[in-house]
């Protein structure tokens, strides 16, 4: 079964950068998109950037748009968030999500899609 683990997460200030990891285990890319969602204490969970081979580029939601980058290393399964500039309302748990044949926006717009979640990484930002 498909395993996802996110490291990365810790405490930054307000105009810092973090760079998240999800590391897949039995994962094919070219079968899967895979992106990255967030959910803060007393909110729903939203989807910030997805990727998958059925699109040329990533999908970002338009509050990290510029400030987040999404890529992948085939070579070791893993799937990155680069985060840049970050704000105090970018403070939640994140995780990363999987679902099979499924383009970038519909994953990060219709979380139910995901096949396979991991369990979450922590990021805080002060300001």
């Known amino acids: 079964e498909v395993q996802l683990v996110e490291s990365g997460g810790g405490s930054v200030q307000a105009g810092g950068s973090l760079r998240l990891s999800c590391a897949a285990s039995?994962?094919?890319?070219?079968?899967?998109?895979i992106g990255w969602f967030r959910q803060d204490s007393g909110k729903e969970r939203e989807g910030i950037s997805c990727m998958s081979t059925f699109d040329t580029i990533p999908y970002y939601k338009d509050s990290v748009k510029g400030r987040f980058t999404i890529s992948s290393d085939l070579s070791n399964k893993t799937t990155y968030l680069q985060m840049n500039i970050l704000k105090p309302e970018d403070t939640a748990v994140y995780y990363c999500?999987?679902?099979?044949?499924?383009?970038?926006?519909?994953?990060?717009?219709?979380?139910?899609?995901?096949?396979?979640w991991g369990k979450g990484t922590l990021v805080t930002v002060s300001s």
């Open positions: 999500a999987a679902a099979a044949v499924t383009h970038a926006q519909a994953l990060c717009v219709m979380h139910h899609l995901a096949d396979f």
């Open positions: 039995e994962f094919t890319f070219e079968d899967y998109a």
